[in-house]
Each structure stands twice: as C-alpha cells, then as structure tokens.
C-alpha cells in the first residue's frame, strides 16, 4: 500500500526534470547547528578544510558563515518562504548579505514558487537555487531506493539534516560526515508549573526557550513522536548509504544519532 501511494505522490507531486549537480570532490562535511558544532568550529577547522561542506538554516547568521565560506547551502523550512517570520526571514538576510562567493543553495521546489523567496535571493547573483523534490515516499526497498537516485522521492526529513544527508548521498560522494547532530532535544523538553510544555531551542549560536503554544497539538506524545520521525529518517538513509557504496560517519563531539559509525576529528586528522 505504501508503494502504491508512493508512486502516486510522485506522479502528481514530483518535478521529472530536476537534476541532481554532482561533485568532483569524495569527501563532504554537514553542519548541523547543534551546541556542540562549536567545539568542532574551535578545535577542527584544519580537518574541515578539506571537506566540501553543507550548512543549514541560521548559520549564515554567524561569524564562522564568513569564515569557512561553506559551498553548499540546504533549507527546507517553509518559514523561509515568510517574510513575517524572525527564523525564515534572519536566516534569508543572513544568506543575501553575508554570502560573496559561489553558493550552491538547495530548497524544495516549493520555494522558487514564493515571490518573495525569488525576489529576496535576486539579490545576490553570487547564490545559485538548485531545486529538489520533496515527496515523502516509503515502502520496499528497491523502489524507494530507485525513486531516491532519481531525485523523484525522499524520505520524512523532520529535521533538516536529515535532507541534507540525503541530497550530499546523490552528489557523489564517497564519504560523509556529520558534524554538530546533537539531536539532545528530548534533553530539552520539561513542563512548568502550569503544565504547560516548555521547549529549550539550543544552537551554538545560542539558547531560546519557548511555550509551544497549541495546547491541542503539543502534548508530550507528539512531542516525542516527532522525535522518533527525526531519527527514523536517519535510520532510512543509512541503509540507502550502503546500498550505493556511500559511507556515512558521525564526527559530532555530542549525538544521540546511533545509526552512523561514530569517529573523533582527531583520529581523522592522524589518518590523512
């Protein structure tokens, strides 16, 4: 059943002449902006150096943007496409003004339909939007497996590094690492005294708490349901990973990402 619907999100929902861009180079780096991605920032950037690397969401809004000067950029969340939102609307501003070299931008193909989005990135010519597919497909194996490859179909991205890894799995690649991918936000959940759900939203940029404000949608099992969706989508690509040959390793100083073997920098620097 899951395949059958899966073939026909696609039909109806996929765009067939998108092309995924492929890389020269074998190794890539993903930057989650977990708390610990500044330790990696501080200690590691020799090692980073030598990757090609992925950034996501706000860190356009850092200083280290500027610094590493990152040549791919990936955002999936649709407040991006919101001029009203402070979260879309800072990460957008931090892109347009802060990028002044060549930048790979992936976005759902959703987003080139915003006018404000286009408007907003016709700003800087120095960024480039490479359209992706995001359809939600499951079901066997080899026929997601197939529907990934072509860029038709993608797993459930909760998070956005999960669509990261998934689009730096089909560039080419041939090893791939995570850095930042605390993922500890179960550590960040508590209720206050009025039994309401309170949220720690913690990056290495900094820490925000926030009431989620839904009563009827926020209580602790969707919570945590959203949660197994994060790891679940992990745990998809991994098997995907070895289907193709590609490995995937977990460099993060701190992760409660289980499904990647799991190296320190340090080692990685000895080896090179």
């Not at 001029?83 to 609307?89: A, T």
């Amino acid at each position: 059943m899951n395949s059958a619907l899966s073939l026909i999100k696609v039909l109806f929902l996929s765009d067939f002449s998108l092309k995924t861009i492929k890389t020269t180079n074998s190794r890539c780096g993903i930057l989650g902006n977990g708390p610990s991605l500044k330790i990696t920032l501080e200690r590691d950037l020799q090692f980073l150096n030598k990757l090609e690397l992925i950034a996501v969401n706000l860190f356009s809004t850092t200083k280290e943007y500027t610094q590493i000067k990152p040549k791919n950029y990936l955002l999936l969340d649709w407040s991006f496409m919101n001029p009203d939102h402070w979260h879309g609307r800072t990460g957008l501003r931090g892109l347009i003004e802060n990028t002044s070299w060549e930048l790979n931008l992936f976005i759902p193909v959703k987003m080139l339909k915003s006018d404000y989005f286009r408007n907003e990135l016709a700003q800087n010519p120095q960024i480039k939007p490479i359209a992706f597919n995001y359809t939600i497909v499951s079901g066997y194996s080899w026929l997601i497996y197939w529907l990934f490859k072509r860029g038709l179909g993608i797993p459930q991205c909760q998070n956005v590094l999960v669509a990261a890894l998934f689009y730096s799995l089909n560039m080419g690649f041939k090893e791939i690492y995570l850095f930042g991918a605390d993922h500890s936000w179960h550590e960040m959940i508590k209720l206050d005294d009025e039994n309401n759900l309170v949220v720690s939203d913690t990056h290495f940029y900094g820490q925000k708490d926030y009431d989620i404000a839904i009563r009827e949608t926020s209580y602790m099992s969707q919570q945590l349901f959203s949660l197994h969706k994060a790891f679940y989508g992990y745990e998809v690509l991994a098997k995907y990973a070895r289907s193709i040959g590609v490995k995937v390793y977990n460099a993060s100083v701190k992760s409660y990402v289980d499904v990647f073997e799991k190296v320190k920098v340090m080692d990685l620097i000895k080896k090179d």
